[in-house]
């Protein structure tokens, strides 16, 4: 097999097409890499797919950023920041039929694309946002690679390759790559969790700058 770097789309298709060994699949390739961010999307939610978003509403209904995926937290921009609390729907309906006064939002809640603030404002509000962000595509990125493909190429790769499972069968290579990407899954988000906390004593003992 053929040294193959994969730092960019062209170069993940020329590495899977050298693994897979099978010409019959080559045009197949291009899906294979969409299928797999789909995949991601649904199962990654780690720090480097967090997102940081402001805007300015008025409006009850505000919407979501375009590849948003799911939400991490929501504040009012004002100082001190103000955190906003999430609401069921019902607890929302709940509240808005109450007396409770509007004019600053406490609370949100999410319906469709559209994060509702609850109570709606009375004027300009500055929110602030963190979400976590769906994967840039490698097809249609400028340069085609993105954070994950730098990070962990192999990941990129495995998952691609098991993405042929249906078309491979019983084929035995199916189960080192289904193997090895498990345990590449598993140490990114490890990796992420480690990373969201501050090591211990690290404060206490750091040098003045």
């Known amino acids: 097999m053929a040294e193959v770097q994969i730092t960019t789309y062209p170069e993940l298709l020329a590495a899977g097409a050298d693994w897979l060994n099978r010409q019959d699949l080559t045009d197949q390739l291009p899906a294979f890499v969409t299928l797999t961010e789909a995949q991601f999307n649904r199962e990654l939610r780690v720090r480097d797919m967090m997102v940081r978003a402001s805007t300015t509403s008025a409006q009850e209904n505000v919407?979501?950023?375009v590849d948003w995926l799911e939400h991490y937290s929501l504040a009012l921009a004002v100082a001190p920041s103000t955190p906003l609390r999430y609401m069921s729907e019902k607890e929302s309906n709940e509240l808005k039929a109450s007396a409770?006064?509007?004019g600053t939002p406490i609370g949100y809640t999410l319906?469709?694309?559209m994060i509702e603030l609850v109570p709606a404002p009375g004027g300009d509000v500055d929110l602030r946002m963190v979400y976590y962000a769906k994967i840039p595509p490698l097809r249609s990125a400028v340069p085609p690679t993105n954070w994950l493909l730098t990070k962990s190429p192999d990941l990129y790769l495995y998952?691609?390759?098991?993405?042929a499972a249906p078309y491979l069968k019983d084929d035995e290579r199916l189960a080192t790559w289904g193997q090895a990407r498990g345990a590449l899954m598993e140490s990114i988000r490890m990796e992420s969790e480690a990373s969201l906390r501050p090591r211990s004593g690290l404060v206490a003992h750091a040098k003045p700058l």
Not at 159 to 163: A, F, H, K, P, T
């Open 63 to 65: 919407e979501l950023p």
């Open 100 to 102: 409770y006064p509007s």
């Open 159 to 163: 998952s691609m390759l098991m993405q």
């Open 111 to 113: 319906i469709a694309n």
